[in-house]
Structures are given as structure tokens and as C-alpha cells.
């Protein structure tokens, strides 16, 4: 089988080449994988060394798009020729032999094609996979982690069977692909360690609204999921819990601590209250600024 590794960027040099590096550095059989890069941002530097690097391996895609912000996601999906369409953060770094050992993963279930999860260590379980054999439960065990882009992939079989007027959403595609096989018998999550990320600050990381995208556009995925009759009642609490723990990090971070940052975080006001208690994400922000304060 072959591996699209799916890169979309917005152009940041000093991440990309590094992540670019550590898949190449493995020295992983080229024709066993491919790499698509595709950029909507405008650095015109960027586009220049993408074109000079592109010249020194075989299975490198690189396309400019004018895709708006996280529709950039679906662009590499649609140039993507692999068996496996998997997304990559554009500030990762593999470690080493876990390109092959993913590869090696991906070739055990080929034939059965589970929806799989590759969480990167965030379960806290080690380097584990789990099977579960319910929709229902997967998207419990998730939680709020199944709004990380970098954890979705999806079998090239299962890409090409979503019909021209499958809804993608706006702010998070990758959710849309990650929940589009609601019935097979097998879903996955490898909370194998594959990858670190390159240390940086939140300067650089979008200027999207935060908290809009945390306590409202996500979770209305998940609210939608509830009403289409795909997970249970139990299951929507303990994914809105999740979330309310993640938001209290949230505004630990950015309000009280002040950690710089691109996002816009004027969503607070207005969005944390439609479907949370704000006082609640406030009071618990602030037992987190106290534990960390005091550690």
C-alpha cells in the first residue's frame, strides 16, 4: 500500500521544511509513501524553495491554492493518489522509524478498513492502540481531541465513495471526514508516539476566533452527530465535558496568563455562554492558572 501524508500550509518555511526533513530522513522506501503539499498562504519565498525541493524527490506534491483557510484540508485530499490519506501538522517532526512502523500499522488493516485515530500520545496511554466496535464509543474516547487535524486519515476507498454533495464544515473539514463512516464494524485509536512538534510560540498559528471555534462551531459538530441519532445522550455529556475542560485551558492560557498569541479571543464574551457556563469556564480557568502558578 501507498501513504499520502497530507500537508496543508499557509507557507511558514521554518516549519515546513523541518517536518518535510523528518519524513525524508527516515529513509523509508519513497515509493511506499507520498508527500502533498499544498500552501494558501502568499509567501512567494516559501513557494520559490517548495519548487527548488520538490526537484529532489519523486512523490512530492506542492500546489498553491486559493482555498479560504481550512478548506486548504481538502485540497490535499483531492491531489492525494495514496491508499491512505492521512493529515500532517505542517510543524511536525517524525521520529525516527515511525514513518515505516505507520506504514506497517496501515498494511495490518487494509483489509478490514477501520476508521482510525492516530492520537500521538494525547490519550496518555502509551504506545497503545485500542479497538472499538461502535461509533458511538470512539467518538466518547475522543472527545474534544477529534478537533485535532493532525489525528484524521482516511482510507482512499472510503474518500472517493462521498457523494459531490457530501457537506464539509466550514471551520473543521477534517471532522467531516474523521465522522463520515458512522457504521463500520471497527474504529481505531493508535495513541502511538509518532511525532513531535516544533516548538513556537501562538504568534503564527491563525487568526481565527478561538472561542467561537471551541465552545461553538466544534461542539455543534458533535451536537449534530446527538441529533442525526449517531451517539448517545451519555456520550454528548461526556464530549461537552471535554470541551469545558479544554476551554478552561483555553482561558487559563490566553486571558489570565496572557500567553501571546494570533487568535482573536473577543469570542469569549459572546460564545461561551450558548451552549456552556462561562462562570463555569471562568472558575475553573482560574483554579488552573492556580495549580500551574503554584507547581
Not at 485535532?148 to 486519515?153: D, F, H, K
Request: aromatic share 16%.
Amino acid at each position: 500500500m501507498k501513504l499520502s501524508l497530507c500537508i496543508p500550509t499557509n507557507g511558514i518555511s521554518e516549519w515546513v521544511f523541518p517536518c518535510l526533513e523528518s519524513i525524508y530522513a527516515s529513509g523509508t522506501d519513497e515509493d511506499k509513501f507520498e508527500v502533498v503539499v499544498t500552501d494558501n498562504g502568499s509567501n512567494a519565498d516559501f513557494h520559490d524553495l517548495m519548487e527548488e525541493y520538490v526537484k529532489k524527490h519523486s512523490n512530492i506534491i506542492y500546489a498553491r491554492t486559493n482555498a479560504y483557510m481550512f478548506d486548504n484540508q481538502l485540497e490535499a485530499l483531492k491531489l492525494a493518489t495514496g491508499d491512505y490519506f492521512k493529515f500532517v501538522n505542517h510543524r511536525s517532526l517524525f521520529l525516527d522509524g515511525r514513518l515505516e512502523e505507520m506504514i506497517l500499522f496501515l498494511e495490518k488493516h487494509e483489509k478490514d478498513k477501520p476508521v482510525i485515530f492516530f492520537a500521538n500520545g494525547a490519550m496518555g496511554w502509551g504506545p497503545v492502540y485500542e479497538n472499538l466496535d461502535t461509533f458511538d464509543l470512539f467518538v466518547r474516547k475522543l472527545g474534544v481531541f477529534a478537533t485535532w487535524t493532525s489525528g484524521v486519515g482516511i482510507w482512499r476507498e472510503d474518500y472517493i465513495k462521498l457523494p459531490p454533495t457530501f457537506s464539509y464544515d466550514k471551520i473543521s473539514p477534517h471532522s467531516s471526514i474523521l465522522f463520515a463512516e458512522r457504521k463500520k464494524g471497527k474504529y481505531i485509536i493508535n495513541d502511538r508516539y509518532w511525532s513531535k512538534e516544533i516548538e513556537t510560540d501562538h504568534s503564527k498559528k491563525g487568526k481565527y476566533d478561538l472561542f467561537k471555534a471551541f465552545s461553538l462551531d466544534e461542539f455543534i459538530i458533535t451536537i449534530n452527530l446527538y441529533r442525526d441519532g449517531d451517539i448517545t445522550a451519555e456520550t454528548l455529556k461526556c464530549v461537552k465535558n471535554s470541551f469545558r475542560d479544554f476551554l478552561e485551558n483555553l482561558y487559563c492560557d490566553f486571558i489570565l496568563r496572557g500567553i501571546p498569541c494570533s487568535y482573536d479571543l473577543t469570542g469569549f464574551e459572546i460564545y461561551t455562554d450558548i451552549f456552556f457556563d462561562k462562570n463555569e469556564i471562568i472558575e475553573g480557568g482560574k483554579r488552573k492558572y492556580s495549580e500551574r502558578k503554584n507547581a
